[in-house]
Structure formats: C-alpha cells, structure tokens
C-alpha cells in the first residue's frame, strides 16, 4: 500500500524535475491532461499517440529518480477504477457510433464484440493510464504545500487556498489519527469481518470512530483558529511564500515538453 | 464514485465545471458570511478528518466493503448543505491532485455529485424527515438518498458521455450504491451523528437531545 508518507517522501527528493517552478509542473499536468482527454474518442492514430506521451512522462519519472516500484504501486491502486468500464466496452455498443462492425470471433453465451467497442475501450484505458501517470508525477515531485502556493500564485481567490494549505497541513495528522485508531482496534482484536460479534455492534464502533476522527478535527480546526487569533490573525492576513520567480530551465522544461507534445501530435 | 479523466469528453467536463463552480462560490460565500469569516479554519481541519474518514473501510457484506463520502454529515452539523459542498470540494482537490483519484477535468463532475447532490438532497431529506421520524431515522435515510442519488447522476453522466450505456449503468451503480450507501453512507451517519450529539451537542446546529431539559455542555472557546 502506498500511504501519504511515501508521497511526501517522494516529493521531498531533490532532482531537475523537483526543483521545477509547481506552476510550470501544474500548467504542464493540465496541458497534457487536457490534450490527451481532447483527443478523439476513436482514431487511428491515438495509441501510438498516447503510447509516446506516456513514454515521455516515464523519461520524467526516471529523471526525477523517483521509486519506480513506488510509482507503479500508486498507478495499480488507482487503475482498478477506469479498469472495468474500459475493460467491458468491446461487449458494448459505444452509443455514439452510427454503424459498427462486429468483431469476426466467436465467443459463448452469444456475446459478441464490435470492433468501435474495442477500439473506444482501448483508448479510454490509454487515456486514462496517461492522465493517472501525469498527475503521480506531478504529486509525487511537488509538495502538496508547494502545490498550494503555485495555486495562489495562478489566481485562485487567497480564501480558498488559505483552507486548501490549512487543509494538506492536517492532512497528516489525521492520517496519523486514523492509523492510530487502527492500531488501537487490531490490539483489542476488532476486524471488521469478525463473524463471531453482532454486525450492527461492529457498525457502531466504526460509526463511533468516524465522529471521534469528525470531532477531534473539528476541534483542532478551533484550536487552531484561536491560536491563529493571538497571533493575529485578521482579515488582511497575508501569506509569504520562497522563491516565485520563473526561471530559464522552468521555460525551457516548458517550451521542451510543449514542443514534444506538438510533434507527437503532427509527426505520429 | 469517482468519475476519471478521460471518462467525459472534454466539452461536457468544461459544462458539469461551469455547472459546479457557482455552488463552490455560493459555499466559500457562506462559509464567509454565515461562519463570521474568522471561523473559516475550523473546515480546512475538518477537511482534512473527512479525508480521514473516507479512508475507514466498512463492511457491507458478502465480503464487500465501501466508505463514506461524508457530505451529508457535514451538511447535517453545520445545519446548511453549503458546508458540505466546500468541505467535499477540498476533499475532492486534494484526492484528485495528490491521489490521481478521480480526475482534474472530471473534477466539476464529481464535485456536482458528490458534493452538490448529495449534500443538498441528503440534507433537504433530512430537514422534511426530522419531525416526523425523529432525527437519526432522518439522518440515516438522508445520508441515504443522498448517495443513492449522487450515484444515479454518475450513472447518467457517464451516459451522456457515451462512456456507459443507460440502463446497465443505473442498474448496477443504482443497486450497488443502494446497498453500499445503506450500511455505509446511511447507518455510519446516523451512529456518528448521534455520538456527536453525546459528546459536543454544542457543535451540531440543530437540537438533538432528546430531552430538552437535558443540560447542553458550554461551548468551549
């Protein structure tokens, strides 16, 4: 399993693709996801399209001398997701084809596959692999604060990120609270597939659980809040941020990997 | 639940953003206006419990296990849907850029279902249902629809988009998410609800001790 810590670990390492501006890493991610999901449903050409876009952001990986075992762990746990709906398409009829041609292969229970299906569901899983792989990039060599503060610099209004940096803060911590209660529970041998206690007992300490860990960060959010106070806080509070200066090799690594995209677009 | 990228093409994922983006103004107005702005902080923490809590498996039975999503809670404390629309909007950024769970361009997708939906339906289910049913049936059965409701509209967009044909899809996220949300979306709900009702009576907006006489603990602060 991967956990927040791995993240944080990963994103702390220090390499070219690390010391990136986070606004150049975030334009980079949109603008990749957002050709990739543009890109027509069903086309020729869009595999081997896909294929070398996720060869390039697998060169950023290696720069980057991210974990590589790590890495892969992180795309296995998010792929079972798009997985099956991309897996089951050849058995569909995509709804927005006219007239499909049925795959000449004969399988039982009378299921038959159409060659649009297998195209469409081939695609969507390519897609949707080169989309996952840009943004565990993209978290895995930026700091979620860091993150934040690109967020802020873009022009996202201060009053959401200030909740959205308050927020990665605690984000730990109450990872840390629920690993606890965890512990806490395997001790006194609580499984939640115990067959042995009534279910709805089993239900009640989860839901018990639940506003402990609801109560308990609420609670910090006041104590912070007043603490915040003494410091005084206000509403004119600022924020101070390192280093926001858009360097050569932040433009450089931009007009590269635009102009790459750019060929793979026309030359594939 | 979460819709990924790639899932809806991406002129109807610019349209469910357009759709989305008034409700997060509308909640960060709210949080503004009806939480005496300093109070703010308290659901950037909150948030980040949320986060917690949608990572606790529940048992749903015959060896499956789901989470919470949460928004309806939220809305149910804080007395007011926007709190669970700007509380699941944060949880749903953070999931989106840090975990590659659920997508950047279906983000508005997911924001609307989870967090509007769910959240507005869930705790307007609620409201009605209180009075007659008493308020952890209402909770239950709000947190419920919320769900069930938030999955329906998944179902229907991924339809739209051409990802997913109609009636198969409201078949099965409709069955799943009935099942799913009943354990645990609904009952989880309503055993938190009144256990915070226990310990911090003060934080929950509506009266849910059953004996008014019963002494309310002073809100520490």
Not at chain 1, 53 to 59: A, N, R
Not at chain 1, 98 to 118: M, Q, R, V
Not at chain 2, 4 to 11: A, Q, V
Request: aromatic share 10%; net charge positive; hydrophobic share 55%.
């Amino acid at each position: 399993m991967v956990t927040l810590t791995d993240i944080e670990r990963e994103s702390y390492k220090n390499s070219p693709i690390h010391r990136l501006d986070p606004r150049i890493k975030l334009l980079f991610v949109l603008a990749v996801i957002i050709y990739v999901v543009s890109l027509p449903r069903i086309h020729e050409k869009n595999l081997v399209r896909l294929l070398a876009i996720e060869v390039y952001l697998l060169l950023l990986v290696l720069v980057a001398g991210l974990d590589l075992k790590y890495f892969i762990l992180r795309i296995l746990a998010i792929l079972p997701f798009g997985l099956g709906i991309a897996l089951i398409q050849p058995f569909l009829r995509p709804s927005f084809v006219e007239n499909y041609t049925p795959y000449p292969l004969d399988l039982p229970f009378g299921l038959s596959i159409t060659y649009e299906g297998l195209v469409f569901g081939s695609t969507l899983l390519a897609k949707f692999l080169v989309c996952i792989t840009a943004v565990i990039l993209l978290s895995s060599t930026t700091r979620l604060r860091d993150m934040v503060a690109a967020a802020d610099r873009i022009g996202i209004p201060g009053e959401f990120t200030l909740l959205l940096s308050m927020m990665v803060r605690y984000l730990f911590l109450f990872w840390a609270v629920l690993k606890r209660i965890r512990v806490a529970q395997e001790t006194r041998l609580f499984n939640i597939w115990n067959r042995g206690v009534p279910r709805k007992w089993i239900l009640k300490q989860i839901g018990h659980s639940v506003s402990s860990i609801f109560v308990r960060s609420y609670e910090q959010g006041e104590k912070t809040y007043i603490s915040m106070l003494c410091r005084g806080y206000g509403s004119g509070h600022e924020k101070a941020y390192y280093r926001a200066k858009i360097r050569a090799p932040d433009l450089l690594f931009l007009l590269l990997s635009t102009g790459i995209i750019a060929c793979i677009h026309i030359f594939v | 639940m979460h819709i990924p990228d790639s899932f809806i093409p991406f002129d109807q994922a610019l349209i469910y953003w357009a759709l989305a983006l008034p409700f997060i103004i509308m909640s960060m107005k709210w949080a503004k206006n009806e939480l005496d702005e300093m109070k703010v902080p308290i659901l950037a923490a909150l948030a980040a419990g949320i986060f917690a809590i949608q990572a606790m498996n529940i048992p749903i039975g015959m060896g499956t296990s789901g989470h919470m999503v949460g928004a309806v809670l939220v809305a149910i404390v804080f007395g007011t849907p926007w709190a669970g629309v700007l509380v699941l909007t944060l949880v749903l950024l953070v999931q989106g850029f840090a975990f590659a769970d659920g997508g950047i361009t279906t983000m508005g997708a997911n924001i609307l279902n989870m967090g509007v939906i769910s959240g507005f339906i869930g705790y307007y289910t609620y409201v009605t249902l209180r009075k007659s049913t008493g308020t952890s049936i209402a909770a239950l059965v709000g947190a419920w629809l919320g769900l069930f409701t938030s999955a329906i509209a998944c179902a229907i967009q991924m339809w739209l988009a051409g990802t997913f044909p109609l009636v198969p899809g409201l078949m099965a996220m409709g069955t799943f998410h009935l099942i799913i949300g009943f354990v645990g979306e609904g009952l989880i709900t309503s055993v938190a609800i009144a256990a915070i009702a226990k310990s911090r009576p003060d934080l929950l907006e509506d009266d849910f001790t059953a004996r008014p006489d019963k002494h309310t603990k002073e809100a520490h602060a």
